[in-house]
């Protein structure tokens, strides 16, 4: 079901976020339309302009045999009887976007949901290329345009080759009046001074460190750090992933909230304490 899915794209998240919204039972009526409208309405063209630089990034990108030296600390990471070592790789830039960035239509779920729930204050595990940052930003700089909603992304990225790709990438993307920051660092060691000096945090995107002890792990230390009405995106939530089985004891110790699995990402809306 998922390679006929992400054969189908871009048409596949959408509808499959159609469908889910429709048949979830967890999310209260008001919650509900702001999705399925955040899903159904057409982008103005003022959105898909803002959109544009994404476009002509990701042809650049995925046409782009550049190799480039990079260190998992995610899920490559190498098990040592004395602690653990990032696997370092050299790979093709087109590669990395290819296995790692959102594709377009997820991408555009993002953008949406940004522009649906107006955050004003965003964060981003696992900046990568920069990709879904981007989506997020232009969602910002738009919500800042059309309603005056001052919106702030700050992303993490524990590489520092990617992290700095991503840096040139976003400064090239339609930014609000306040730039996305990307954190050098990895999560467990830069999350905490994030949290503290940017939160609380409206919109949050887990992806990053795709192992489901370490999502426990780093939602347990975002969770006092959301605001109210807070809501946190969980990627890579597939059958048989790490992710969803740390998605589900997360959703399972909070039964009262409301949420919605997209089989791809799933959505948890935090109203009380986390």
Known sequence: MLSLLRAAEPLA????LHAALRAARTLSPERRAVLLDAVRRPLSAREEAVQAPIVRLRSVLAADSTPVAVRDYGAGTRARMLGTEAKPESRPIAEIYDKAAASPAWGGVLFRLARALRPRRVLELGTNLGVSAGHLQTAL???EIEAGIQGYLVSIEGDPTLATMARAHLAGIQSPSQPTTVVTGRFDEALPTVLQAHGPFDLVFLDGHHEEAATVRYWHQIAPHLAPG???VFDDIEPGHDVRRAWRSICAAHPSAERVD???LGV???????
């Open 13 to 16: 998240a959408p509808l499959l």
């Open 262 to 264: 997209l089989l791809k």
């Open 230 to 232: 807070a809501c946190v």
């Open 268 to 274: 948890l809306f935090v109203d009380g304490e986390a």
């Open 141 to 143: 700089a738009l919500n």
